[in-house]
């Protein structure tokens, strides 16, 4: 089967607002950046994936995100994370009727396209299925079948709120770098000593990171 993986990215002056006591506040847009450009290039070499579009309206991220080959949808309702995905479903669902669709949080920096895979292998035996994220209370991934609504319920508490829509919770070994995203200073040292992207590696170069 093969997947169109849409990605969610606020504007990247707003992002990662609990990463502030580790990366002020001019640095912390081009670290967001970073984790966006290391998670979309990781699923853009996935060899189950064969689009990945970027729903945001962060003109910086768009331009940098599309040279590494992704298609750039505009963050249309308006009404925040979970209606931006539904509607990036719908789109990309219209140019590629038979295919599954993936949601993906922008912020998997460590991300590996094999773990990718199997995340993706696995989720394709369910009409809908998520990966929860690596502290158990939020959702990394969230996929649905050919034909099949998505129906994201991201924010707080959303494994327990995807498993309550019906979709299966995903339990897989050695999928770390699909499961880490990095919302905190303590997710990012976890993300680092995983082994994390080329753009996320310079980026947090620039912090001073205790035991890096
Ligand atoms: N397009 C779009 N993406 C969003 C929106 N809100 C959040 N996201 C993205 O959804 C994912 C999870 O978002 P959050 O945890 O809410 O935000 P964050 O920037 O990662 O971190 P915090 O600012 O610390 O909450 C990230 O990839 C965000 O960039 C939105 O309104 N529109
Ligand atoms: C929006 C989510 O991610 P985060 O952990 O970045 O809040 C979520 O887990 O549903």
């Given at each position: 089967m093969r997947w169109t993986?849409?990605?969610?990215?606020?504007?990247?002056?707003?992002?990662?607002?609990?990463?502030?006591?580790?990366?002020?506040?001019?640095?912390?847009?081009?670290?967001a950046l970073a984790f966006a450009q290391d998670t979309v290039a990781a699923a853009l070499a996935c060899a189950a994936v064969r689009d990945v579009a970027v729903v945001t309206d962060d003109a910086l991220a768009g331009r940098e995100l599309a040279a590494l080959g992704a298609r750039i949808l505009p963050d249309e309702p308006g009404g925040g994370l979970n209606a931006a995905l539904?509607?990036?479903a719908e789109v990309v669902r219209s140019w590629r009727p038979d295919d599954a669709v993936a949601a993906l949080n922008a912020d998997l920096p460590a991300l590996r396209s094999a773990e990718l895979g199997r995340v993706l292998d696995a989720a394709a035996e369910f009409p809908r299925a998520f990966l929860p994220d690596a502290a158990a209370i939020g959702t990394t991934l969230l996929a649905a079948g050919p034909g099949r609504e998505l129906l994201p319920i991201f924010g707080t508490d959303s494994r327990a709120r995807h498993r309550a829509?019906?979709?299966?919770?995903?339990?897989?070994?050695?999928?770390?770098?699909?499961?880490?995203?990095?919302?905190?200073?303590?997710?990012?040292?976890?993300?680092?000593?995983?082994?994390v992207g080329p753009r996320t590696a310079e980026a947090a170069a620039r912090l001073l990171i205790p035991g890096q």
């Open positions: 993986v849409v990605v969610p990215l606020k504007p990247l002056a707003r992002a990662k607002s609990r990463l502030a006591d580790t990366a002020a506040d001019g640095l912390r847009p081009g670290l539904a509607h990036g829509s019906g979709a299966m919770e995903l339990r897989l070994d050695a999928v770390d770098s699909v499961r880490q995203d990095v919302d905190t200073g303590g997710d990012l040292r976890v993300a680092l000593a995983l082994g």
